[in-house]
């Protein structure tokens, strides 16, 4: 069947003229989107460089008003995609505005998503095939000292306005800072590995240069986060229920209630709880969760003796999943068949999933932070990960949007992203995959899980402890303490302790990220409740397959403006 075709509007110009200047502003966001063209750059992180973000924000926020008012006094009213295009644009662009107003943006420092890491990361991505690709890498490098020089600025600004990151933020950066500095660091091991690719001694040299600038530029940012932030950063972890609130509507695109949230993240922990207690008997009669642990790892069926063993063990599952999936449950355009499973060259025990370029010469991979020591691994627990990361997870998810270049703008397919639509569907794909018995084996449901448990716990002591209710009887009650913290985190998850002291670590610095995952499952099990009875009260048949290209199609938007677009279009 021939693919829908619509003519540009007047919103689609506009919000792609937004994303080719935000793109320019922001280059690591345009290398992670896969917009080309600003590879050999890095962005203006000082206050000047966020005020011209929002600055842009507010200028396409009044364009997009003059277009909307255009179209009503013509009488021709904007098409549904247009509709949808508006409302997505107005709540990102929104909060985002309201979040620099707060000036949250010149304070970001946490343990995984901030300035420190994200220059850093997106080395990552480059291509580094090709000596021009190494004549652009060593471009960017010189680009990090300005950018952290503008990082330092922004933070200093925000610490006289007292909005100085947790202790436990500023402590972990440091130490994260420190490993890209010396001949052990990352920098100088990226110009090691490149030394032979660049072309020539002098592009050599070039890049050693531009290395070990860099890695200086990480020394300075480490000295002054040690010397002029750590004094002064408060030792509290939360961050209060107002700030809390535009947060937390941040990553979902919706406002929760907050205690109703709450109390449901305690019932649904206790619910996957018993399910694992049941599940543990189904590997083996009688045994608790961890006895049934303990059979599954000592299974040699599910070990895997290196990280090299566990990248093509992936890559199997994740090509299995494509090849049974498309065209039965999903339509999978052809170009969306390829993922790519990696090991990345951090180690902090993360797993975490990179789209594809626009126009997929760089692939979406699937990538895996092999923590330092480990070096034997277990399948059990990460079957339903390449799920949630690949097919039907992030990997569909994410190159279907950005394949929909016949329907959505270029904003709509590499600009507009939000976490409780995509940790949202993430967690739904792992659901459907159990669903469709793919995860029928106990092992494996096990795993599945023990990944919810965390999910779960993940909303129990992000609000909890960031908004100051009372915590749970099994833990003590009263205050939240990062002792709690930890009991109820390594009470009821099964991950590795390092795994979950970086986690909780997480919870503590980036607040309200970490529940859009289960709560933006709940979102969609409960957007596919009301297709599913809308079309039942239509008279017809719920059509699964339809529901998902559907809801696919509309791409990455806040939660509200996903449910109105759904079930407009049922």
């Not at 890209?180 to 592009?203: C, M, T």
């Not at 749970?472 to 390092?498: D, F, H, I, M, R």
Request: proline share 5%.
């Amino acid at each position: 069947m021939a693919e829908f075709v619509r003519a540009q509007s007047a919103v689609d110009t506009q919000l792609d003229s937004y994303l080719d200047d935000y793109a320019a502003l922001d280059p690591i966001f345009a290398t992670a989107q896969g917009v080309l063209g600003f590879d050999a750059q890095l962005p203006d992180l000082s206050p000047d460089g966020l005020a011209a973000r929002s600055q842009l924000r507010r200028d396409t926020l009044a364009a997009l008003d003059r277009a909307v008012s255009d179209f009503t006094a013509t009488g021709t009213g904007l098409d549904p995609i247009d509709r949808v295009s508006v409302a997505a644009a107005r709540e990102r662009l929104g909060v985002e505005e309201s979040l620099h107003e707060q000036g949250e943006d010149l304070r970001r420092l946490n343990n995984i998503a901030s300035p420190v890491q994200d220059v850093r990361d997106v080395f990552d991505l480059m291509p580094t095939e090709t000596a021009q690709d190494w004549q652009v890498l060593t471009a960017r490098l010189q680009q990090v000292q300005p950018a952290l020089d503008g990082y330092i600025e922004s933070l200093r600004v925000a610490r006289d306005r007292g909005q100085v990151a947790a202790r436990r933020q500023v402590e972990a950066a440091i130490k994260q800072a420190g490993e890209n500095v010396g001949p052990d660091g990352f920098f100088a091991k990226l110009a090691g590995d490149g030394g032979q690719r660049a072309g020539s001694e002098a592009a050599a040299s070039q890049l050693r240069a531009a290395a070990g600038s860099a890695a200086e530029a990480y020394q300075r940012l480490a000295g002054f986060l040690a010397d002029e932030l750590l004094p002064g950063a408060p030792a509290a972890d939360p961050v209060g229920r107002e700030r809390y609130a535009l947060l937390s509507r941040s990553f979902l695109g919706t406002s929760v209630d907050l205690e109703e949230t709450y109390e449901w993240g305690q019932q649904e922990l206790s619910r996957i709880t018993q399910a694992m207690r049941d599940t543990a008997g189904r590997i083996h009669p009688g045994a608790t969760v961890a006895e049934a642990v303990q059979h599954l790892d000592r299974d040699p069926a599910r070990r895997l003796d290196d990280a090299r063993a566990l990248r093509d063990w992936m890559q199997r599952v994740s090509d299995e999943a494509i090849d049974a999936l498309a065209d039965t449950h999903f339509d999978i355009p052809e170009p969306v068949r390829r993922l790519e499973c990696r090991i990345a060259p951090t180690s902090t025990g993360v797993i975490y999933y990179t789209g594809p370029s626009e126009d997929f010469s760089r692939p979406g991979r699937m990538w895996w932070s092999v923590p330092a020591g480990m070096t034997e691994f277990t399948t059990w627990q990460e079957r339903t990960t390449v799920y949630h990361e690949g097919v039907p997870g992030h990997h569909l998810q994410v190159g279907q949007t950005v394949y929909r270049h016949e329907q959505l703008n270029r904003w709509r397919r590499l600009g507009c992203w939000v976490s409780g639509h995509g940790e949202g569907w993430a967690l739904y794909a792992e659901q459907l995959m159990a669903e469709l018995g793919y995860l029928d084996d106990p092992g494996d449901y096990l795993g599945m899980l023990a990944g919810q448990s965390l999910r779960a716990a993940r909303v129990v002591v992000d609000v909890g402890v960031h908004c100051g209710f009372r915590a749970p009887a099994a833990v003590g009650g009263g205050a939240w303490t990062y002792e709690k913290a930890w009991s109820l985190l390594s009470q009821n998850c099964l991950q590795p302790t390092e795994v979950l002291r970086f986690e909780l670590d997480r919870y503590l610095g980036w607040p309200g990220q970490a529940p859009s995952y289960k709560l933006g499952e709940r979102a969609w099990l409960q957007l596919r409740d009301q297709a599913r009875e809308a079309a039942v009260a239509a008279g017809r048949p719920f059509d699964l397959k339809a529901f998902h290209r559907r809801a696919l199609d509309v791409g990455s938007v806040g939660l509200d403006v996903l449910r109105d677009a759904v079930l407009e279009s049922s």
